[in-house]
């Protein structure tokens, strides 16, 4: 008998230290479902301000180009709309150049959210594709912020910003100024943003040609270091030195070869050999910057 007691006692006490964890798992499922509805709420956001700036675009393309009168014959169709080998199609009447628009800016004015000082005044601006920018000034002066309104991060606090790329990698990729590493193998850190699909694990041929680039960029040691390309390191903050990030988002940027690449003082930690080389690579793989 009193073996039961003392085991019922025991089983008791076990329940009550229960009820804690029960309370914290609520707690935490509750903080989840949270995250996850606000996620799809910004998800509406996001997907009705594209359809907004979509839109915008073709508005201001037309006021800047005037409405072109749509080609009637198959003939005159096909002198009018241009495909390059990567699918885009752009738009050009019979002696002119092609206009490969893809981001498009009117009498834009900047100024970071809930504050009144104006980082850009009354910008009009178009990045066409093979026209290389440069953007210039003193630290602090907005040349970040220009890149945020570009990205949708901002909105513009005057004028109106159009864009007219596809979702996703290959269309345009951001290497902001504080590189964003990932969870995962060094090569889910290249694959970044898409995911390792379990299912369809890397050709050895992509492999190769990784290690190939890493090479290239002198990260000889980092695959080692890493216990090869699949395995996960778990990235602690002194595995990788600034300039490895660094090349590391350069890798990247290799691998998805996108038509449109935003640096965002990118190169810093690396010396201005290997920043040649780099830029010598994105003109290889006809990225604009
Ligand atoms: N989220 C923010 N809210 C208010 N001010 C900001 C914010 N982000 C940046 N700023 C301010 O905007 C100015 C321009 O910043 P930034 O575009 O990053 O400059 P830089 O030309 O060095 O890239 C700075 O004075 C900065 O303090
Ligand atoms: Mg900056």
């Not at 009550?16 to 798992?25: A, G, K």
């Not at 799809?40 to 072109?68: A, I, M, P």
């Not at 834009?108 to 178009?126: A, F, G, M, N, Q």
């Amino acid at each position: 008998n009193s073996f039961l007691c003392m085991s019922l006692m025991f089983s008791f006490s076990q329940l009550v230290d229960l009820t804690s964890s029960v309370v914290e798992l609520s707690g935490v499922t509750h903080r989840v479902s949270q995250l996850i509805e606000k996620l799809n709420e910004l998800q509406v956001e996001w997907d009705l301000q594209e359809l907004q700036v979509s839109s915008s675009f073709s508005n201001l393309t037309k006021k800047r180009y005037g409405s072109r009168k749509f080609p009637t014959s198959e003939e005159e169709r096909r002198e009018i709309l241009h495909e390059n080998g990567n699918g885009e199609i752009s738009l050009a009447l019979r002696d002119e150049q092609p206009i490969n628009i893809a981001f498009i800016f009117n009498n834009v004015t900047i100024t970071p959210p809930e504050s009144d000082r104006i980082l850009v005044k009354e910008l009009t601006l178009e990045i066409t594709r093979q026209n290389h920018l440069l953007v210039m000034g003193p630290s602090s002066s907005g040349k970040s912020s220009l890149l945020r309104v570009i990205r949708g991060l901002w909105t513009s606090k005057e004028g109106s910003v159009g864009h007219n790329l596809p979702p996703g990698p290959k269309a345009v990729i951001f290497l902001p100024q504080k590189p964003i590493m990932t969870n995962g193998s060094l090569y889910e850190q290249i694959i970044y943003p898409l995911r390792l699909d379990k299912n369809n694990p890397p050709s050895e041929e992509t492999l190769q040609e990784i290690l190939k680039t890493i090479d290239e960029l002198l990260l000889h040691g980092l695959v080692e270091r890493c216990g090869g390309l699949l395995n996960d390191p778990h990235w602690r903050d002194d595995i990788l030195s600034p300039g490895e990030m660094q090349r590391i988002c350069f890798l990247r940027l290799f691998y998805h070869k996108p038509q449109y690449a935003f640096l965002d003082e990118s190169t810093s930690g690396l010396s201005l050999e290997v920043e040649e080389y780099l830029y010598s690579v994105c003109l290889k793989y006809g990225i604009t910057l």
